[in-house]
């Protein structure tokens, strides 16, 4: 489909200006609906007829431009062209004169020589006929030139046209806090200049020479990564991460095919730990028989059962159910009792409700020796209890104490934490595999090592049958799935990486691998469930340290994860923004309607011209406040 003599033009049909395809497009171009880009193309160029005839330019500017105006030069910056440069016979000449010197040493020539005909300089409102100049070296055996850039005169020279910097900068922050569309705007600049008495600007002017002389712009703009990409708290050692994926994704027709992240070059690792030794109960009947018992009512016959299940496979259980028994409470146990049970037998991961580490050995030496009526009355004690296993202060809050039935499930608990860390530590992974590396922007987090080759790799549908959690993704047809975004919880982005298959825990968990020294302490993600899962059967020993949280929008759907993952649940984290990402991804959803259908090097691009800007917003905030 293409534009002929200001008509739609199919070169499919036999009936090339009436066939169906023709028909549908019209209707399309007529709806108020979102169109993608190459339409916005097809529409443009009926409005020009020689659109199709255009050859893109090579852009002469080659310096880089300061994303703010310096100060000294705002007055230029908004002053009309023609009140500072010089006129001949109506036309700009540009530049004046040349001060440098030339690599061999010598000066370049006071007099210059035309660079071709006069060239249309366009600004938002106004349109000036330039006359660029060529300055030559003085040394005749050199051929060094220098061609005018116009960067000093805050122009984009493209060669048979100029574009001022202020049009442009217009464009982009429309871009940035609207999501406006390049042929939108494009649309509404046209219909300001006829306003204006340019009668010649759709003769000179089109949709294409406006988004070139973008590209070429955004490609020039200097984005200062410490500037934008590195939170003045956290810097380069991230200790707590915010981390999503967003559905914004270019054409599949640009993906690169398989995912190179997972090596093969390496034998398998087999450092990971079994999801069945990561859980509490192992013994399915007796899960069920404890359900059964925190939800409805047992028989006698199905409580000896449980008990006797207990004695065999699960000793530490034993005490409680004596308790229970003794209590009355055989057919149904206590209120305050319920969702206790209900948390213990989730097969979840028992390190996500007991995090290893020094604090948590210091909590069970002093629970072992402190008498179990006093736990209560130490507030320090309480407070530790509450930070580390928020499960079992609220049960020691209701009850008074921490009985000696509660210690042996908590002892046992503590041991089922420890163990998957109890390998050897990886020893694949160490080598770069810079090819993998392209489809990733983390300017300031660069590549330490190598993702690594685990045995887990190969074993998938084994470790997706012991997954409970389900997290649902809507797939585009067309498009990939879109970015992984990855912030510090002061709202900082330090960059992403492309989805071109199904968002999966595979993606943070090479990011972090790859990039980070060490795991983080906080890792916030809405299927933290899962990606802790998987980076135990991987490297344990690399995210020993690390808890994997869920934020407090998402943890509705996590029916099935233990309590422990809740973000809300540690009071030392009230106050952190955990839904970070999803706040971000939000604001970039406005740009849906034209990012899907750039080039992916476009899309790149842009992608880091809008993290990079809303970033450095919050990092001048937190200047401001005194950080």
Known sequence: MSARDGRLFCHT????????????????????????????????????????????????????????????????????VNTYCRTENGVLLFPEKMDQVCECGSQFNVQSIPSGPPRYLFCKTNMFLVQMHTFLCTRQDCDSRIEFDGAEHFLINMGSYLVHHALLRDYMFHLLHSGTSMFNYFKVWRQMQIDHGNTVFDQQMSYRKFRWAWHTYINLLDLPPDKGFLCPICKNELSEV??????????????????????????????????????????????????????????????????????????????FLVYLENEGCAAIPPAIYKSFIIEIIKPSAVCGILHPSPELDELQNHLEHTPSEEVLFHPELMRLLSMQCPVFCKLVASIGCFPLYLLSIFQKMVQVAKAPFQTAPPKSGQTLNEDSSDLSFFPLLPLIRDRGNYKADGERKLEESTQFCRKPTVHHPALIPG????????????????????????????????????????????????????????????FKSTWFLIDR?????????????????????????????????????????????????????????YLWYHSRNIIRKMHCSGV
Request: proline letters at 4%.
């Open 242 to 319: 915010v981390m999503d994926g967003t559905s914004l994704g270019y054409h599949q027709r640009y993906t690169r095919g398989q995912d190179s992240s997972i090596s093969e070059c390496s034998l398998p690792t087999d450092c990971g730990s079994r999801h069945i030794d990561r859980i509490l109960i192992k013994n399915k009947q007796l899960r069920n028989l404890l359900g059964k018992y925190s939800r409805e009512c047992l028989s006698q016959e199905e409580f000896s059962l449980l008990k006797s299940i207990a004695r065999e496979d699960a000793d530490f259980m034993f005490p």
């Open 553 to 609: 929008l998402h943890w509705k759907n996590h029916t099935a994860c233990n309590i422990g993952y809740n973000a809300d649940m540690y009071p030392q984290l009230h106050g952190k923004n955990t839904q970070v990402a999803e706040q971000y991804n939000a604001r970039i959803k406005k740009m849906k309607h034209h990012l899907p259908y750039m080039t992916k090097e476009h899309f790149m691009k842009h992608m880091e011209l």
């Open 483 to 542: 970015i992984f975004t990855l912030f510090c919880v002061h709202g900082v982005c330090y960059g992403y990486s492309v989805m071109e298959s199904a968002e999966s825990v595979n993606i943070p968990f090479t990011i972090m691998r790859r990039r980070l020294m060490e795991g983080p302490q906080i890792v916030f993600y809405d299927n933290s469930c899962k990606l802790h899962s998987y980076c135990l059967n991987r490297d344990p020993l690399f």
């Open 13 to 80: 049909c036999s009936f090339h200006r009436h066939c169906q395809h023709v028909k549908d497009i019209n209707i399309l171009m007529n709806s108020e609906q979102d169109l993608p880009e190459a339409l916005f193309e097809l529409m443009e160029s009926l409005l020009v007829s020689s659109s199709f005839d255009e050859v893109k330019p090579q852009p002469i500017s080659k310096q880089k431009i300061d994303f703010d105006i310096p100060i000294l030069l705002q007055e230029r910056y908004s002053s009309l």
